[in-house]
Nanobody
Framework: QVKLVISGGGSVQPGGSLKLSCAVSGTTISSNTLDWYRQAPGKSREWIGQITKRGTTFYEDVVKGRFSISRDDAVNAAYLQMNALKPEDTAVYYC????????WGQGTQVTVSS
């Protein structure tokens, strides 16, 4: 059974940083393209970035230059490094496979507030 477990959320002041982890089990992360998403209160879930099987990354414009996606094949996990956080980054964050999605789970809450 393929599972994704996301962790690392929390509360941070504007301008701060957080790093989210997406631990993969049941499949090899390097064999999959993986996306990061977020859902702000009252809004629909939005795509924010992707790491392909080859390790190429893509970002939504609103996070480009501030967020960075990486992957550690040795531990079968992906990461979302978030810098220069803004209040509008407040959301529940998720990871998933776009071409063979698994259960979304509860995500991890990121709150950016002074």
């Amino acid at each position: 059974q393929v599972k994704l477990v996301i962790s690392g959320g929390g509360s941070v002041q504007p301008g701060g940083s957080l790093k989210l982890s997406c631990a993969v089990s049941g499949t090899t992360i390097s064999s999959n393209t993986l996306d990061w998403y977020r859902q702000a209160p009252g809004k629909s879930r939005e795509w924010i970035g992707q790491i392909t099987k080859r390790g190429t990354t893509f970002y939504e414009d609103v996070v480009k230059g501030r967020f960075s996606i990486s992957r550690d094949d040795a531990v079968n996990a992906a990461y979302l490094q978030m810098n220069a956080l803004k209040p509008e980054d407040t959301a529940v964050y998720y990871c998933n496979f776009p071409y063979d999605p698994v259960s979304w789970g509860q995500g991890t809450q990121v709150t950016v507030s002074s």
